[in-house]
C-alpha cells in the first residue's frame, strides 16, 4: 500500500511543476500593466522603468519563474506587490475560511447524494425515482452563483431581510462562524450533489446486476445488507473519483461565493488579487490551490486501493 501512494506521489510531481509554469505565466497575459495600475496612469518613462527594476518585473519571465521556483524551495511565497506583506501570513488567515466552506460543502453534497442515489437505485422507475432525477438535472442546470445572489435578493425585496451576516470569527463565536458558512457550502454544494447522486444511481444499478448481488438475494439478505454491504462499496470507486474531481469545482466556486457573501477567504483575495494585477498573491493562492488538488487526487488512489486491493496490484 505505501509503495502504490508513493508511486502516485512521484506521478503527480510532473504535473505540479506544469501547472507552476501555468499559474506563473497566464497571469501575466492580463491586459493592464500592474506598474500603471500603481502609479495611477500618472507616470511614463524613467519612473515606470524605475518601479519595475524595483519590482523585478524588468527581468526576462523564465529568470523570473526560476528565481520565483527557489523561493517556493525554500516555502518563500513572495510579497504582495501593493500591500508589501507576505503572501503566506495573508494566506495563513484566509485559508482556513475557503477549507471550512469547501469541507462543508463537500459534506452536504455527499449527505444528500448517497442517501438520495442510493434510494433512487433502490426504487428504479418509481415517483421517487423521476422526482430525484428531475431535482438532479435542475441542480446541474441551474448556476450556483446565480442561485446565492436569488437567496440574498429575494428576500431583501420581499420581507426586507438579508440572509448575508457580518462576518464572525471561529474563535469569538463558533456558532455564529458556522451560520456564516452554512448557507454558501450548501449552494455550493448543489450541483455536486446533483452529480455524484445521478453516478451513485447509475453505478449501483449497474453493481445490482452482478452475480455477486444475485447471490446475496439468493441467500436470503436484507434489502439494506444487499444494497450498502455487497452493492455500494463496488459501485463507490467511480464516485470517489468524481468527488476528487468535485473538489477543484468546489475551490473554483469558492472565489465567486466568498465575494457573494462577503466571507474572507483566499477565493475573494484571488479576486481583488486579479483586478490589481498582484502576481505574487495570484501565483500564491493558485499553486495553493493547486497543491490541495494535487494531494486530494493522492489520497482518491489510494482509496481505490482500499476499496478495491486489485488496483493495489
Not at 35 to 46: F, I, R, T
Not at 176 to 188: F, R, T
Not at 237 to 254: E, H, K, M, N
Request: glycine fraction near 6%; include cysteine.
Amino acid at each position: 500500500m505505501s509503495q502504490y501512494v508513493l508511486r502516485r506521489l512521484l506521478v503527480a510531481i510532473p504535473s505540479l511543476l506544469l501547472a507552476t509554469f501555468i499559474i506563473f505565466t497566464l497571469p501575466r497575459l492580463i491586459p493592464g500593466d500592474v506598474v500603471q495600475l500603481m502609479l495611477e496612469d500618472k507616470a511614463y518613462g524613467k519612473d515606470l522603468d524605475d518601479l519595475r527594476a524595483k519590482l523585478g518585473l524588468n527581468r526576462p519571465i523564465p529568470e523570473q519563474y526560476v528565481a520565483w521556483l527557489g523561493r517556493i524551495a525554500h516555502g518563500d511565497l513572495g510579497e504582495s506587490l501593493w500591500t508589501k506583506r507576505p503572501v503566506a501570513e495573508e494566506l495563513t488567515r484566509r485559508v482556513p475560511v475557503s477549507l471550512e466552506l469547501g469541507f462543508l460543502s463537500l459534506v452536504f453534497a455527499m449527505a444528500v447524494a448517497l442517501p438520495v442515489g442510493v434510494l433512487a437505485a433502490a426504487r428504479q422507475d418509481t415517483v421517487a425515482d423521476y422526482v430525484v432525477r428531475s431535482l438532479a438535472v435542475v441542480g446541474l442546470s441551474v448556476p450556483g452563483f446565480w442561485i446565492a445572489t436569488l437567496v440574498l435578493i429575494v428576500p431583501a425585496i420581499w420581507w426586507g431581510w438579508i440572509p448575508r451576516r457580518p462576518f464572525v470569527e471561529l474563535s469569538r463565536d463558533p456558532w455564529a462562524h458556522l451560520v456564516n458558512l452554512v448557507l454558501p457550502a450548501a449552494i455550493l454544494g448543489v450541483a455536486s450533489a446533483a452529480a455524484i447522486m445521478r453516478l451513485t444511481r447509475a453505478t449501483l444499478l449497474e453493481a445490482l446486476r452482478q452475480d455477486y448481488v444475485r447471490t446475496a438475494w439468493a441467500k436470503g439478505h436484507r434489502e439494506r445488507a444487499v444494497l450498502l454491504k455487497h452493492a455500494l462499496k463496488n459501485a463507490l470507486v467511480p464516485v470517489i473519483t468524481v468527488l476528487g474531481l468535485q473538489v477543484s469545482a468546489i475551490l473554483g466556486g469558492t472565489v465567486i461565493f466568498e465575494t457573494i457573501f462577503g466571507l474572507p477567504g483566499m477565493g475573494r483575495f484571488l479576486f481583488d488579487a486579479i483586478n490589481q494585477r498582484d502576481y505574487p498573491v495570484i501565483q500564491g493562492v493558485n499553486l495553493l490551490i493547486i497543491a490541495v488538488v494535487v494531494v486530494v487526487n493522492v489520497v482518491v488512489d489510494a482509496c481505490y486501493a482500499l476499496l478495491d486491493p486489485r488496483i493495489r496490484y
